[in-house]
């Protein structure tokens, strides 16, 4: 087993990667008998609630599970009132766990149940798609999309634990395999050359990725766990995890979230590092090899929007302060900084 340990003081908590740990999630989740509440989807529960569940009870724990339709719909304000409402039929009460059982979807309502319900319980996550396992459900970012827009009511509450099984990883379907690739492309880029190199090797072998898997995802959670360590909310290292993001989500929004995020991303890193490149701020040939690598993992570079509608949605983006705009820039492959400029960067 492979061992992250996040250090935030009195909230740090275990990342735990092994073939096969959801057999064991009881031994994790329950330090004391309780009650626990397994939030999942509709897709993952066939597969996994069943396992999950007897492992719970199997280490004296009451079990109850809430089933959400699969989809980000469910990440929505109003799907909470239900979630409270089962949860204090069931009796719930802060010394008892809430487990989210799915991708992050699952894993950001979950945990902003868990983070709102009486003030706050603890909750394990046990993510099952390849993005939550590289990204979401470490980091303590929970939320709820509103009508206006995603992620609007959120707040940070970090699990207790991390739970990660690469073997759930064989059921996922292709287009989220290549969606959470988009984040471990990402980790390359800003922070491990190695990682890239590896990447770039295995050239978007599914099989020969799926041998690698345990070690790529080790990599990118203990690259996400030095930075959330070092800037818990967000105000200077953190950005660099957003490398790609600006362009990818007005993007995503421009295109009414029909491209997968992975793919929003994706374009987004190989842009702005042409644009990088041609004023001479990045070493030459990264975006090409950006480029390369995430068409093998089945990323499409297509998706592109009107450059105009592009400086609009930034320009509305949350994360730009009046005209001034934090970009994220590569020195080189594995090396990142970021760079004060102003939307206009977009359009090179
Ligand atoms: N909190 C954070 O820091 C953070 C970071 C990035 C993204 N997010 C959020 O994460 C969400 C996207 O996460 P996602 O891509 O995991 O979406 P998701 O939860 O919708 O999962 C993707 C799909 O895969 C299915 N699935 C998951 N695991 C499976 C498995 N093992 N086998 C078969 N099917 C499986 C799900 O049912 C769903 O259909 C977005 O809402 C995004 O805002 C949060
Ligand atoms: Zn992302």
Redesign the pocket.
């Known amino acids: 087993m492979k061992t992250l340990r996040v250090g935030l003081g009195e909230r740090s908590y275990d990342i735990l990667i092994e073939r096969g740990i959801l057999r064991r999630a009881g031994e994790f989740v329950a330090s004391k008998g309780g009650k626990a509440m397994v939030i999942t ?4 529960a066939p ?2 609630l069943g396992t999950v569940a007897e492992s719970l009870r199997g280490a004296g724990l009451q079990v109850r599970s809430v089933t959400m339709p ?3 719909k ?2 929505s304000f109003s799907s909470l009132p239900r979630l409270y409402s089962l949860a204090l039929d069931f009796g719930l009460t802060r010394s008892d766990v809430v487990v989210t059982l ?7 309502l979950g ?1 902003f149940m868990a983070a709102t319900y009486m003030r706050g319980v603890r909750f394990v996550q046990i ?6 396992q590289v ?9 709820v ?1 509103l009508p206006e827009g ?2 609007l009511a ?1 707040a940070f509450h970090q699990p207790a634990c991390v739970l990660i099984d690469p073997d ?6 292709p287009y ?1 395999v290549a ?2 690739m988009g ?1 471990v492309i990402k980790y390359g880029c800003i922070k491990d050359r190695a990682l890239f190199e590896t990447l770039e090797e295995i050239n978007g072998d599914r099989e020969r990725l799926f041998e690698h898997i345990e070690q790529i995802i080790y990599t990118c959670v203990d690259i996400k766990r030095l930075v959330v360590e070092r800037d818990e909310r967000e105000s200077g290292e953190r950005k660099l995890l957003n490398f790609g993001h600006t362009y990818g989500h007005a993007l995503e929004k421009i295109r009414h979230y029909e491209l ?2 992975g793919a929003a991303v994706a374009a987004g890193m190989e842009h702005i590092t042409r644009i990088s490149e041609s004023r001479g701020q990045t070493v030459p040939g990264c975006a090409e090899r950006i480029g390369r690598v995430c068409r093998a993992f089945g990323l499409d570079l297509q998706a592109r929007a009107d450059i105009d509608e592009i400086v609009a949605a930034v320009r509305n983006d949350k994360k730009s302060s009046g005209e001034g705009l934090d970009v994220v820039l590569l020195h080189d492959i594995g090396s990142a900084y970021t760079f004060r400029t102003t939307p206009e960067y977009f359009r090179g």
């Open positions: 989807d509709s897709n993952v597969l996994y699969a989809g980000e469910s990440k799915g991708g992050g979807v699952v894993g950001d945990g993510p099952t798609s390849l993005l939550a990204d979401s459900s470490v980091g303590g970012k929970v939320g999309d995603k992620n959120g759930v990883l064989d059921t996922l379907p989220y969606d959470g984040e997968s995020h």
